[in-house]
């Protein structure tokens, strides 16, 4: 990576929760940079830690000690730097798909003129320009995702957060999902942290794979994720899984993982 500004980073953070039956301690100590248009994706088992790292990125948690930084300022609270694309489309059953997508900026007070405009082509873009006066019960799962992915970007956020995206897709939908939208992703340059439980969809989609230890979650390791046996250009998501190099950093970074399993 080169010497710029961070477009995220994460200094020191520990992050504890407080309930009835004592402090649960979720991450400690976690030290990451996220480079401007980088996509980074973060694995580790369930209880890790790995949401509680994007929504303190969103800020919608404040660490327990240490900071959080974009573009080199103090994370205080929601900013609409971020965007957070959830594990399911959350879209409203009584809204059509444009009006789902005009949500954000309803919400944030945006020009509503102008992402009127940009509602349009992103839902032109990610091929829903037939469905914009639909409701959500009359879509797939993954056209679903799709809009939801467009309600997310119509705020032109600069970072987007990805919780488990694809979880609630099947495995055929989810395998096309991943190459959609990892290709829409490195089109449009934005800065990602996505979190997922598999490691094969984080290795065909991110520049960098973070692994996180059991809880309370470290960073156990990082994996620069390259596919050269392909050529100069990086092939998509779904082609990824057929070069020389992924099954390498599968086999790594499972094994890494399973230490923490047997633990």
Same mark, same amino acid.
């Given at each position: 990576?080169?010497?710029?500004?961070?477009?995220?980073?994460?200094?020191?953070?520990?992050?504890?929760?407080?309930?009835?039956?004592?402090?649960?301690?979720?991450?400690?100590?976690?030290?990451?940079?996220?480079?401007?248009?980088?996509?980074?994706?973060?694995?580790?088992?369930?209880?890790?830690?790995?949401?509680?790292?994007?929504?303190?990125?969103?800020?919608?948690?404040?660490?327990?000690?240490?900071?959080?930084?974009?573009?080199?300022?103090?994370?205080?609270?929601?900013?609409?730097?971020?965007?957070?694309?959830?594990?399911?489309?959350?879209?409203?059953?009584?809204?059509?798909?444009?009006?789902?997508?005009?949500?954000?900026?309803?919400?944030?007070?945006?020009?509503?003129?102008?992402?009127?405009?940009?509602?349009?082509?992103?839902?032109?873009?990610?091929?829903?320009?037939?469905?914009?006066?639909?409701?959500?019960?009359?879509?797939?799962?993954?056209?679903?995702?799709?809009?939801?992915?467009?309600?997310?970007?119509?705020?032109?956020?600069?970072?987007?957060?990805?919780?488990?995206?694809?979880?609630?897709?099947?495995?055929?939908?989810?395998?096309?999902?991943?190459?959609?939208?990892?290709?829409?992703?490195?089109?449009?340059?934005?800065?990602? =942290?996505?979190?997922? *439980?598999? !490691? #094969?969809?984080?290795?065909?989609?991110?520049? %960098?794979?973070?692994? @996180?230890?059991? /809880?309370?979650?470290? =960073?156990?390791?990082? *994996?620069? !994720? #390259?596919?050269?046996?392909?050529?100069?250009? %990086?092939?998509?998501? @779904?082609?990824? /899984?057929?070069?020389?190099?992924?099954?390498?950093?599968?086999?790594?970074?499972?094994?890494?993982?399973?230490?923490?399993?047997?633990?």
């Amino acid at each position: 990576m080169n010497a710029r500004m961070p477009k995220v980073e994460l200094r020191n953070i520990r992050q504890i929760y407080f309930s009835e039956e004592g402090e649960v301690e979720a991450i400690r100590d976690i030290t990451l940079s996220v480079q401007p248009g980088e996509f980074v994706g973060i694995v580790g088992q369930s209880g890790c830690g790995k949401s509680t790292l994007l929504s303190l990125v969103a800020g919608l948690l404040s660490p327990t000690s240490g900071e959080v930084l974009i573009d080199g300022r103090p994370v205080k609270g929601p900013t609409h730097e971020t965007g957070y694309m959830f594990q399911h489309d959350t879209l409203f059953e009584w809204r059509t798909i444009f009006d789902n997508v005009m949500l954000g900026p309803e919400i944030q007070g945006l020009d509503l003129s102008q992402c009127r405009t940009r509602a349009h082509t992103l839902l032109d873009r990610y091929g829903l320009s037939d469905f914009k006066g639909k409701f959500p019960q009359q879509l797939s799962g993954g056209m679903r995702q799709r809009a939801a992915l467009a309600r997310t970007m119509c705020t032109e956020p600069a970072i987007l957060l990805l919780d488990e995206p694809f979880s609630a897709l099947d495995y055929q939908t989810r395998l096309a999902m991943s190459d959609e939208i990892g290709m829409i992703l490195r089109r449009e340059k934005r800065t990602v =942290i996505m979190v997922t *439980h598999d !490691i #094969s969809e984080a290795i065909s989609m991110s520049d %960098r794979v973070v692994v @996180l230890s059991a /809880r309370p979650g470290q =960073i156990r390791s990082e *994996h620069l !994720i #390259s596919f050269t046996s392909a050529g100069r250009e %990086r092939p998509t998501p @779904l082609a990824s /899984r057929d070069t020389l190099e992924f099954g390498q950093y599968f086999q790594t970074i499972w094994q890494e993982l399973d230490v923490y399993v047997d633990r």
